[in-house]
């Protein structure tokens, strides 16, 4: 799949725009720059003028940034949603559940930097009408070796803005889940048997959500990506994506200028990548939690 991105990623600027590669054919010349970028990390420049970095020296640059912040909002999401799916699962219809599930409709329904600038226009130190604690001002980022408390801080509002959403569909997915196994013979025997409500819930009845959330997982990869990239624009994340305006000469200062064309590819081989990866992480969970799955990739016999 890696190898077909890239290949329409090249490929397809040849197609539009030969005019850009006088002399040369668009099947060896993808060939060429599929081959340089796989095998010897060869992404071009970001720019023409002299010292200009090369696109491998901003990536390795901003890629830690990115896994930090894909990671965590990873792990903040899944958590918070599963958890608040199976509390809202457990007390159905109560005035408690009913505002958990607004306040999840409304993080899913609100697009990323719609919420990222009205926390800023809330809470920034600088110009918000509140003043939160440990609310960051944006570009206070360093990296963790360096100063984990002002890495914390810099990472915690963009992880739970990009978590927001992700909980918010985690939370659906494991309340429907659990509220269809309630009514199973394993269930009504486990509460016969007198265990407690919270462990039948814990042990028996949640478990069946986590294959849906990792299926979720899976298809979920192409939002968490596209997320990142207007995150890390709004919140000055120092990731890889944060480059992404750049390329498509939407910055004041670079009005009138072509957009940086190897720049926008190296991006979305990057993009790729992060969404196979994910994807993986999705099948491996899923081969964790479902035995059937592994019963069926051992063969007969």
């Not at 269809?180 to 407690?196: H, M, Q, S, V, W």
Request: positive net charge; contains cysteine; charged residues 15%.
């Amino acid at each position: 799949m890696l190898v077909f991105v890239a290949v329409f990623d090249y490929g397809i600027m040849r197609a539009a725009r030969p005019d850009l590669f006088p002399g040369e054919a668009i099947v060896p010349g993808t060939a060429h720059d599929v081959g340089r970028a796989f095998l010897h990390l060869d992404l071009k420049t970001a720019c023409s003028y002299p010292g200009c970095p090369k696109l491998t020296t901003l990536f390795a640059r901003g890629i830690p940034a990115d896994l930090y912040l894909l990671a965590g909002s990873l792990a903040i999401g899944v958590t918070v949603g599963i958890a608040a799916g199976v509390f809202c699962a457990s007390r159905p219809r109560t005035r408690t559940t009913r505002a958990i599930e607004g306040v999840a409709s409304v993080a899913y329904c609100t697009p990323v930097y719609v919420f990222g600038m009205g926390l800023l226009l809330l809470f920034e130190p600088s110009f918000g009408l509140l003043h939160a604690p440990l609310f960051f001002h944006p570009g206070d980022y360093a990296p963790p070796l360096e100063d984990p408390w002002l890495w914390l801080r810099g990472m915690l509002v963009p992880w739970l803005i990009l978590a927001a959403p992700l909980a918010a569909i985690c939370l659906r997915v494991t309340q429907a889940s659990v509220l269809e196994t309630l009514d199973e013979p394993y269930i009504r025997t486990a509460r016969g048997k007198g265990l407690k409500s919270r462990h039948v819930l814990q042990r028996h009845a949640a478990p069946t959500a986590y294959l849906s959330n990792a299926s979720l997982l899976g298809a979920w990869a192409p939002f968490m990506v596209t997320n990142m990239v207007l995150v890390e624009f709004v919140f000055f994340v120092p990731g890889v994506f944060v480059h992404t305006k750049r390329a498509l000469g939407q910055l004041p200062w670079d009005k009138g200028k072509p957009p940086d064309i190897p720049l926008l590819q190296g991006l979305a081989l990057w993009a790729a990548v992060l969404v196979i990866a994910l994807s993986l992480v999705s099948d491996l969970a899923l081969h964790r939690l479902d035995p059937r799955l592994r019963a069926n990739a051992v063969p007969p016999g």
